[in-house]
């Protein structure tokens, strides 16, 4: 069975500064992809970032990025720049296969000005 | 517009009433999922369904009953709501030609009182 985990709740960060946040996973699949997505108090999840299992090489989407380390099963999601605007939940997910897509628990993170 | 709707995003009904939300896209992806958010937690998978007329349950089934007789419409039915199924609801659809990324409904905020 597939498992996601983020183990920070909660994290802040201030306006500028750079923050990480974790993300852990555990999938028997070959062929899987993992995701970003962030949702705003407005409860719309919208995708930050995608990255094939199959492909080395990290992802980059402008100020998003991410470390994954498939041996470790980890995938770090960084934030550059620290907008106010990223404000918001963010959820680590995986799909397989299937099609089926696992979520974390989310990581509330807050931006201060 | 082309995209992924759902209706109603907002329903108060009562207990042991049957309620149905409804879920319709416009990019003929295979993939179709519902999903429900708990106040202050991830998503957690109800049903999917990779194609018309194949359904399957995901992690939280129990009192939800679903249908896909055409490939657009994904229909989530609670045949007698209780007060635990209180949530949003989202759906969101996929395919393999979109890489597997799944993209999201604006939600639909049902209390059942």
């Known amino acids: 069975a597939q498992t996601v985990t983020q183990s920070q709740p909660e994290m802040s960060v201030q306006e500028a500064e750079t923050v990480t946040l974790s993300c852990t996973y555990d999938t028997s699949e070959n062929n899987y992809y993992l995701f970003w997505y962030k949702q705003p108090p407005s409860r719309q999840m919208i995708l930050v970032i995608r990255q094939e299992a199959y492909k080395q090489q990290n992802a980059t989407e402008n100020r998003f990025s991410v470390n994954f380390q498939k041996a470790a099963k980890s995938f770090s999601l960084k934030i550059s720049d620290s907008q106010l605007g990223d404000t918001a939940m963010y959820f680590c997910a995986s799909s397989s296969n299937t099609g089926k897509l696992i979520f974390g628990q989310g990581t509330t993170l807050q931006v201060k000005p | 517009d082309a995209g992924i709707t759902q209706s109603p995003r907002y329903k108060i009904t009562e207990t042991g009433r049957q309620v149905t939300l409804m879920c319709h896209q416009t990019w003929s992806h295979s993939y179709m999922f519902w999903y429900r958010q708990d106040l202050g937690h991830g998503l957690r998978l109800i049903y999917y369904?990779?194609?018309?007329?194949?359904?399957d349950k995901g992690e939280v089934p129990d009192g939800y009953v679903v249908s896909r007789s055409k490939t657009e419409n994904f229909p989530l039915t609670l045949e007698s709501a209780t007060r635990s199924q209180t949530s949003v609801y989202f759906c969101?659809?996929?395919?393999?030609?979109?890489?597997?990324?799944?993209?999201f409904g604006e939600g639909s905020w049902l209390t059942v009182v």
């Open positions: 369904s990779a194609a018309a007329d194949i359904t």
């Open positions: 969101a659809s996929s395919d393999t030609l979109s890489g597997n990324t799944i993209y």
